[in-house]
C-alpha cells in the first residue's frame, strides 16, 4: 500500500506569513495533485504535477515536485483568510493503476 | 458546482441498518470513485468503476457493496452498521480511469450511525 504522509497536521498562522506543507512518500508516483476542501464541500484540484523536479505557479501558491517524484511541498506567500482550509496531497502511483491515494491533509487556518 | 450529485446529503441511522448511497458522475465522466472521510482517517478510498466495471478495489469492508449502472450512476450499500461508519462519502468523478485527470468531487453524504 502506498502512504502519502503530510506534515504538519494542523497549522495556525496570521495573515501575511508564509507557509510550506510537505507530502513525502517512500513510494515512485507517476503524478501528484493536490486539493484544497472547504467544510460542507468536497475537495478541489489546485494542480497537477507529473515531471521530476516540477515547479508549479498559481498566484500565491508554489508547488513542487521533487526529482524522485516521492514527494511535494506547497509554499504560500502572504497567506490570507480566504486561504483556510483542508489541503490534500494525492498521488497515482506507477503499480497503482487509476487509484489515488490520498495523504492526511494540512488543515490551515489563517487568522486576520 | 463539480456537475456530481449525491444523495443523501445527510443520513442517520441506527446499528445494524442498510443505507444506500447514490452518485451521479458529471455528464461524460466514465469513471465513479467512493471515498470515505473520517476525522481521523483521511480520505481513504473504497472503490472504482470504470464503464460500469470494476476497476479498482481499496480497503473496503465486506459489508459494503457498490455498482455503477448503464447510465453510469453508481451506487454505495453499507449493511450491518456500525457506530465506527460514520463518516463523510464522498464520490468523484473523471472522464478516464487513470493518468493524472482531475478528480471531481460531490459533496459528499454525512453518515451519522447511533
Known amino acids: 500500500t502506498q502512504l502519502l504522509e503530510q506534515s504538519p497536521q494542523f497549522l495556525s498562522i496570521q495573515e501575511g506569513e508564509n507557509l510550506t506543507v510537505y507530502c513525502n512518500s517512500s513510494s515512485v508516483f507517476s503524478s501528484l495533485q493536490w486539493y484544497r476542501q472547504e467544510p460542507g464541500e468536497g475537495p478541489v484540484l489546485l494542480v497537477t504535477?507529473?515531471?521530476?523536479?516540477e515547479v508549479k505557479k498559481l498566484k500565491r501558491l508554489t508547488f513542487q515536485f521533487g526529482d524522485a517524484r516521492k514527494d511535494s511541498s506547497l509554499h504560500i506567500t502572504a497567506a490570507q483568510p480566504g486561504d483556510t482550509g483542508l489541503y490534500l496531497c494525492a498521488g497515482a502511483g506507477e503499480t497503482s493503476g487509476s487509484r489515488l491515494t490520498f495523504g492526511e491533509g494540512t488543515q490551515l487556518t489563517v487568522n486576520p | 458546482d463539480s456537475g456530481v450529485t449525491q444523495t443523501p446529503k445527510h443520513l442517520i441511522t441506527a446499528t445494524g441498518q442498510r443505507v444506500t448511497l447514490r452518485c451521479s458522475p458529471r455528464?461524460?465522466?466514465?469513471?465513479v470513485y467512493w471515498y470515505q472521510q473520517s476525522l481521523d482517517q483521511g480520505l481513504q478510498f473504497l472503490i472504482q468503476?470504470?464503464?460500469?466495471?470494476?476497476?479498482a478495489k481499496g480497503n473496503i469492508l465486506e459489508r459494503f457493496s457498490a455498482q455503477q449502472f448503464p447510465d453510469l450512476h453508481s451506487e454505495l450499500n453499507l449493511s450491518s452498521l456500525e457506530l465506527g461508519d460514520s463518516a463523510l462519502y464522498f464520490c468523484?468523478?473523471?472522464?478516464?480511469?487513470?493518468?493524472?485527470?482531475?478528480?471531481?468531487f460531490g459533496e459528499g453524504s454525512r453518515l451519522t450511525v447511533l
Open positions: 455528464s461524460g465522466d466514465l469513471s
Open positions: 504535477v507529473v515531471t521530476g523536479g
Open positions: 468523484a468523478s473523471r472522464a478516464t480511469s487513470g493518468g493524472a485527470g482531475e478528480l471531481f
Open positions: 468503476y470504470y464503464n460500469g466495471e470494476e476497476r
